[in-house]
């Protein structure tokens, strides 16, 4: 079961993370583990939304956010109407039995301090973390 695949991947890089699933020894067998990994070139880059100074970018700045909700999510995200970036390297959260989602980014971003999911201790760095960065807008721009 997968709980969202909304990050523009290919059918071929699908297989490539269930195969990385496969592979991977789990230190829990309950809770989710994120990892990154370098995509092998013959399967090309995947688009990265992630701005901000973990991207290589300066803080962004209030003055050009746009609030949205994406997806199925029941909140808004920090957004930006800038363009996407082809990357090479994924992020993959999974459990031993199931993929939570896979999406291109060059680090392993904190949930957005509004997610139900993240736990109560990690909210105050989430705010902080997520003030800086922002997430391109798909088809906006």
């Known amino acids: 079961m997968v709980a969202h695949m909304d990050h523009g991947l290919t059918l071929e890089q699908e297989k490539f993370v269930a195969g990385e699933i496969e592979q991977r020894e789990f230190a829990s067998r309950r809770e ?3 990892w990154l990994v370098r995509l092998p ?3 090309g880059t995947v688009p990265s939304a992630l701005y901000g100074p973990d991207a290589g970018d300066p803080p962004v700045p209030d003055a050009v956010i746009r609030w949205r909700q994406r997806a199925d999510r029941p909140w808004a995200s920090r957004c930006v109407a800038w363009p996407l970036r082809e990357i090479d390297t994924l992020v993959i959260v999974a459990t031993a039995h199931r993929l939570i ?9 904190p949930h957005e301090p509004w997610d139900v999911w993240l736990p ?10 997520w003030r800086q960065h922002a997430l391109a807008i798909r088809g906006e721009s």
Do not use: F, K, N, Q
């Open 41 to 43: 070139r013959a399967l």
């Open 120 to 129: 109560e201790h990690d909210r105050h760095a989430a705010l902080y973390w």
């Open 32 to 34: 989710p583990e994120a």
């Open 101 to 109: 989602t896979a999406y291109g980014g060059p680090v392993i971003s």
